[in-house]
């Protein structure tokens, strides 16, 4: 009698996992948000102030990302469901809740810990406190379950396909990579890049230990730091993504772009942590324009994983070669334009601030032109239509105003002004610049990230249109 053949248990539940994991993640992405706002050195809440602040957070943000199940499983599912996604958000947590979990140190007796200091103090040990947050963790993820049940709609909707939440893990993995964007842009706009001295560790500690009130301390080390901690956020959404893909999705040359994009987000982290341990000028200028095309490729990753492309092929329509050609060609001078930009930042030479800036001109007319011929593709009745007019209307927005972001960060940073990176010993001597300049920097370099993901997303729809009338 032929034996049935074996299966591997982890590969099988992988899939009835996703939906927990999915939300877990975005629970996670939420609350690490509002670690980085509530512990900055202009806000500077304590532990015991934010931790409460925190936990609110996962309870609602659970309630709110559970409550699609409401319509779709049984009412006991939903909240047996919740505690499985409290235990993803938990343990995603960690690597960023950790830092408020341990012995707090006083920034009077120095910036170096050891790892005897954390597993001390007046709080129980790590073995204790780290288990108690997990299970705290389950609680929560009872109360929001249950709190989705009751409030959410009572409308019947179509139960969840693993590919759908592959798609919804893609997008949430494109947000996890922001606020990544946009504290390396603050790192660079405040010359932060070295002041952690050491890579892994900081200052000579376990970098997920590390103390919030020595981290807050110091506004350089708090964004740098930081930086790291979304760092790993993103190298495990990237490889969760890989894997998920893999299993659910059924095309091939998905799973490679996907493996493709962990690869270059490890090779991401590592050639951030050699910047800190041999600092040159080159490595920090191809570190900057990686990250930008890192969340491009993720932004063609999420097209690729969304309901609109795994849709039909749409049926041909004049111009639709038109929208092709204009959204490739926008997507290709964003690179060019990305990389000019970035050399100026990161070297100051004055050549690539005057290209960068003719350029810009030359992004605006494209973009404006592949975003008007997309969004006034006639409808056909298919799911991409939508996405044409969506996705034309937010890269001309997006565009509009980073031109004008353009010209403040021209100001914040006129030629000539461009300094060398200071080092940790250095930074208590530099002279402290006018906040708005960061700002202002770090709103142009997040918004063409923006823009870098929204024609990326345009120009994959756009490719997939067919050249001539059949």
């Given amino acids: 009698m032929p034996q049935p053949p074996k299966t591997n248990i982890l590969v099988e539940l992988l899939p009835r996992l996703l939906g927990p994991m999915v939300t877990g993640l975005a629970v996670s992405v939420s609350m690490w948000c509002a670690w980085v706002v509530l512990h900055h050195p202009a806000v500077g809440l304590r532990p015991r102030v934010s931790g409460p602040i925190l936990i609110v957070i996962q309870v609602l943000a659970l309630a709110r990302y559970s409550s699609r199940w409401r319509s779709s499983v049984h009412p006991v599912a939903t909240t047996l469901l919740g505690v499985v996604t409290g235990a993803f958000s938990g343990v995603f947590n960690?690597?960023?809740?950790?830092?408020?979990?341990?012995?707090?140190?006083?920034?009077?007796?120095?910036?170096?810990?050891?790892?005897?200091?954390?597993?001390?103090?007046?709080?129980?040990?790590?073995?204790?406190?780290?288990?108690?947050?997990?299970?705290?963790?389950?609680?929560?993820?009872?109360?929001?379950?249950?709190?989705?049940?009751?409030?959410?709609?009572?409308?019947?909707?179509?139960?969840?396909?693993?590919?759908?939440?592959?798609?919804?893990?893609?997008?949430?993995?494109?947000?996890?990579v922001f606020p990544l964007l946009i504290l390396g842009g603050l790192v660079t706009s405040t010359g932060s890049g070295l002041a952690v001295p050491d890579w892994p560790t900081t200052y000579g500690g376990n970098m997920f230990l590390?103390?919030?009130?020595?981290?807050?301390?110091?506004?350089?080390?708090?964004?740098?730091?930081?930086?790291?901690?979304?760092?790993?956020?993103?190298?495990?959404?990237?490889?969760?993504?890989?894997?998920?893909?893999?299993?659910?999705?059924?095309?091939?040359?998905?799973?490679?772009?996907?493996?493709?994009?962990?690869?270059?987000?490890?090779?991401?982290?590592?050639?951030?942590?050699?910047?800190?341990?041999?600092?040159?000028?080159?490595?920090?200028?191809?570190?900057?324009?990686?990250?930008?095309?890192?969340?491009?490729?993720?932004?063609?990753?999420?097209?690729?994983?969304?309901?609109?492309?795994?849709?039909?092929?749409?049926?041909?329509?004049?111009?639709?070669?038109?929208?092709?050609?204009?959204?490739?060609?926008?997507?290709?001078?964003?690179?060019?334009?990305?990389?000019?930009?970035?050399?100026?930042?990161?070297?100051?030479?004055?050549?690539?601030?005057?290209?960068?800036?003719?350029?810009?001109?030359?992004?605006?007319?494209?973009?404006?032109?592949?975003?008007?011929?997309?969004?006034?593709?006639?409808?056909?009745?298919?799911?991409?239509?939508?996405?044409?007019?969506?996705?034309?209307?937010?890269?001309?927005?997006?565009?509009?105003?980073?031109f004008m972001l353009g010209g403040g960060a021209f100001f914040a940073v006129p030629p000539g002004s461009h300094k060398p990176v200071p080092s940790a010993n250095e930074l208590p001597s530099v002279a402290p610049v006018e906040s708005w300049k960061p700002l202002v920097r770090t709103a142009h370099q997040g918004n063409g990230a923006l823009l870098l993901a929204g024609v990326s997303f345009l120009a994959v729809h756009c490719r997939r249109l067919p050249r001539t009338k059949p």
């Fill in 94 to 176: 960690l690597c960023a809740l950790s830092s408020i979990l341990v012995e707090q140190s006083s920034p009077a007796g120095g910036m170096n810990v050891t790892n005897q200091l954390l597993a001390g103090g007046d709080r129980p040990s790590l073995w204790i406190v780290i288990p108690g947050y997990l299970a705290l963790s389950l609680a929560m993820g009872l109360v929001g379950g249950a709190i989705a049940h009751l409030v959410s709609s009572d409308r019947p909707t179509a139960p969840s396909t693993p590919s759908d939440w592959l798609g919804r893990l893609a997008r949430i993995t494109l947000a996890a």
């Fill in 210 to 402: 590390y103390p919030i009130s020595l981290m807050a301390s110091d506004s350089h080390v708090y964004v740098e730091h930081s930086h790291r901690l979304f760092g790993v956020l993103v190298g495990f959404s990237t490889l969760i993504l890989a894997l998920m893909a893999t299993r659910v999705d059924a095309r091939p040359w998905v799973w490679k772009w996907a493996w493709a994009c962990f690869a270059l987000v490890c090779a991401q982290g590592v050639l951030g942590g050699l910047r800190v341990s041999m600092p040159t000028q080159t490595k920090a200028l191809i570190h900057g324009v990686l990250a930008q095309l890192i969340f491009g490729m993720l932004a063609a990753l999420a097209a690729y994983l969304s309901d609109a492309y795994r849709a039909p092929t749409p049926s041909f329509v004049p111009g639709d070669r038109a929208r092709r050609t204009w959204a490739t060609l926008t997507l290709h001078l964003l690179i060019i334009q990305l990389i000019m930009g970035a050399m100026y930042r990161h070297t100051g030479q004055v050549h690539a601030l005057y290209t960068h800036i003719g350029l810009s001109l030359l992004v605006l007319a494209a973009t404006v032109v592949a975003g008007a011929v997309a969004s006034k593709r006639p409808s056909d009745g298919t799911p991409q239509t939508a996405i044409f007019g969506k996705a034309g209307l937010f890269v001309g927005f997006v565009v509009a105003i980073q």
